[in-house]
């Protein structure tokens, strides 16, 4: 079956806009939830989505939000961007609640 | 602060030998242990993982010790193969039964299986 699909997978804003990222995780799979990986803090935990409703959060300003649709689908968004939140964000799924995620290969963003 | 770290940022190790990649974490709440593997351009993938209650779990090629005592974990590779060769990222999570997306990863070891 398909894997977790995240879209847009590249691309470049300047700072002061905003972003939104998709994510589509497999198909069943009705927790999504959301990390940032960079290379000097490695992955950190954005937050959660179950049942479109927020299960968990990071300790993440509240710039970064997110939501999730009632296919399970989720997005997240990035408003008033920093230099800072370039970085590649991951987005993964997962069935029950087993600690086993499932991942996309990530949409990789660039803020100039 | 960081809860879960692999302090050593990379490992060569010989085909055929033995990998043994190391984690330490500070958090007590931690009850559940990931590992998972990352290729370039690609996303994690799961690996093998043990609860608290476990000293050890096996899986084929890889076994994963975990010593609460000592707030250690380490993921055995053997024998390793040049496939093997990726980012290994520890994880942790603080519901024993890893019923908690939340995962709170190190920064990583990247492996090269020379052969």
């Known amino acids: 079956k398909a894997g977790v699909t995240q879209t847009p997978r590249y691309l470049i804003k300047t700072r002061g806009q905003q972003v939104t990222l998709s994510c589509s995780p497999i198909s069943g799979h009705r927790s999504v939830s959301w990390y940032q990986q960079t290379p000097g803090q490695g992955l950190q935990f954005l937050f959660e989505y179950f049942s479109e409703t927020q299960r968990n959060k990071g300790n993440f300003p509240g710039r970064f939000s997110g939501r999730q649709f009632s296919n399970s689908r989720s997005e997240m968004n990035v408003s008033t961007l920093e230099l800072g939140d370039s970085a590649l964000y991951l987005c993964?799924?997962?069935?029950?609640?087993?600690?086993?995620?499932?991942f996309g290969e990530g949409s990789r963003l660039t803020v100039l | 602060d960081q809860q879960v770290k692999q302090n050593s940022p990379s490992l060569s190790v010989q085909e055929g030998r033995i990998s043994i990649l190391n984690c330490d974490y500070t958090?007590?709440?931690?009850?559940?242990f990931l590992w998972y593997k990352k290729y370039p351009a690609e996303g994690p993938t799961f690996l093998i993982s043990i609860s608290s209650i476990k000293d050890k779990n096996e899986d084929g090629r890889f076994t994963v010790f975990l010593n609460k005592s000592a707030k250690h974990l380490s993921l055995h590779i053997v024998p390793s193969q040049p496939g093997d060769s990726a980012v290994y990222f520890c994880a942790a999570s603080e519901e024993d039964t890893g019923a908690n997306s939340k995962l709170t990863f190190g920064k990583g070891i990247t492996l090269s299986v020379r052969p």
């Open positions: 993964a799924s997962s069935f029950i609640n087993t600690g086993e995620l499932f």
């Open positions: 958090n007590s709440m931690f009850d559940y």
